[in-house]
């Protein structure tokens, strides 16, 4: 369970912690304080940050050193001020501005490094990371590197926009190797679902959603490691694509018999 303080509204249209009226900043902070007090009296394991407002629209139009300052600067006040709670970013490339300040994993994880705090880290959206054109898998590896990876958020997209489709829906297979990243990390961090289907039975999305999961959790029990090992090592594209495929296909053969 976690709660996202409303940082991202029309009060907060030029930005919250790098807003530049210092009157605006500090609001942005109260209610953040407040939001994360009431996190810690529901039990929550985190809060989360999503810093929509946060950045710029146009070239020329903010000083970049000063708004990474002011954004620095403000995690580092909040953090630092609930050390017995948990703090993630969710980072996104852009909407509502046309650029975040955080906008993938890599800048995400030096803001955290400046911070220099523990109890700040990334929530990974995997429709983020595809709208940013990362590799999934690789933000993700990145993140449990840096020790850092506190949740994640699953769906699917066609990488043009945030479109939160039925996860596994369009890119299985980079599905299929983000989980595979999570489990050869022993990753045992909070995640779950974020669609938002708009004429499907939302229900019955979940339901699919989760069906799917547990579909992928049993290829990657199938995948053959160490083949895939010796492949990787060589840099062997095909030869991990047809162990890639073997698995999923089996997988998916073995689900549908499963509902018949």
Request: glycine content about 4%.
């Amino acid at each position: 369970m976690a709660i996202t303080p409303e940082i991202y509204n029309r009060d907060f249209v030029k930005g919250s912690i790098t807003n530049p009226d210092p009157a605006v900043r500090a609001h942005a902070l109260r209610l953040l304080n407040d939001a994360t007090e009431l996190a810690k009296q529901l039990g929550c394991d985190y809060v989360k940050l999503w810093f929509g407002q946060d950045g710029w629209d146009y070239p020329f139009q903010v000083n970049y050193r000063d708004i990474w300052q002011s954004a620095i600067a403000g995690l580092r006040e909040l953090t630092s001020a609930h050390p017995d709670i948990r703090f993630v970013i969710e980072y996104k490339p852009r909407e509502p501005r046309n650029r975040i300040i955080f906008p993938n994993a890599a800048r995400t994880l030096l803001a955290i490094q400046q911070v220099g705090v523990d109890n700040l880290g990334v929530l990974l959206d995997f429709g983020h990371s595809l709208y940013g054109q990362e590799t999934p898998a690789d933000a993700a590896q990145l993140c449990i590197d840096a020790g850092r990876l506190f949740a994640i958020d699953v769906n699917d997209n066609f990488r043009g926009w945030d479109d939160d489709m039925v996860v596994g829906s369009v890119h299985l297979v980079e599905t299929f190797e983000f989980f595979h990243t999570l489990r050869r990390n022993n990753w045992d961090g909070v995640w779950q679902l974020d669609q938002f289907p708009f004429r499907e039975d939302s229900v019955t999305a979940a339901k699919d959603a989760i069906r799917f999961l547990k579909a992928l959790h049993r290829a990657l029990d199938t995948l053959d490691e160490k083949a895939l090992a010796a492949a990787q090592a060589d840099h062997d594209a095909l030869a991990a694509r047809r162990l890639v495929q073997r698995a999923l296909l089996t997988s998916m053969v073995d689900d549908a018999e499963v509902d018949a």
